[in-house]
């Protein structure tokens, strides 16, 4: 999956955009939908929108093939830079991070309303995090749906529902 981005080649980089952008790679990083080169690849947007410190440097000049290696090295710092929050991978708020960054996506049309719940209930389940706990069941949904041959477009707008939800 690659994370939605906004910026472009042609003009400035609105700096909110480019935190929005770093929160939603962190939170795809968190639950495994992008490498780490995603989040270097933020931290330069991040530096072309006026950002500056030595650890949101050290992270954008991070070489995308050693990614995986060296961005957790200077993560936690970057991030209190630019004034986000670091969690610990596999931990309670940094699944809760990854759903909404996936909710965005969703948002965004990148993912579908039933990949969002399909994704969700096979991460979470029904018991590991009960902000999800509603995608799930909207995805038990999708399958009753498919089996009875049933239309989804309502699924899909509840969906997209949580999704907001999820976001706001």
Known sequence: MTATTTSGDNGPVNPETAVSELRTALGLWYVGQVGADALVRAACTLLV??????????LAAVSVRDADAEVPEYLEAALHEVGLDFHPRDTP???????????????????TPRRLTSWAHCAFGHTTLDLAERLAELDDLYDMADYDERPTGDLDAEVMAEARRLTS
């Open 93 to 111: 708020a940094a699944r809760e991070a990854g759903l909404r960054a996936m909710a965005a996506q969703t948002l965004a049309q990148v993912l």
């Open 49 to 58: 929108a006026g950002f500056d410190g030595l650890s949101l440097c050290m």
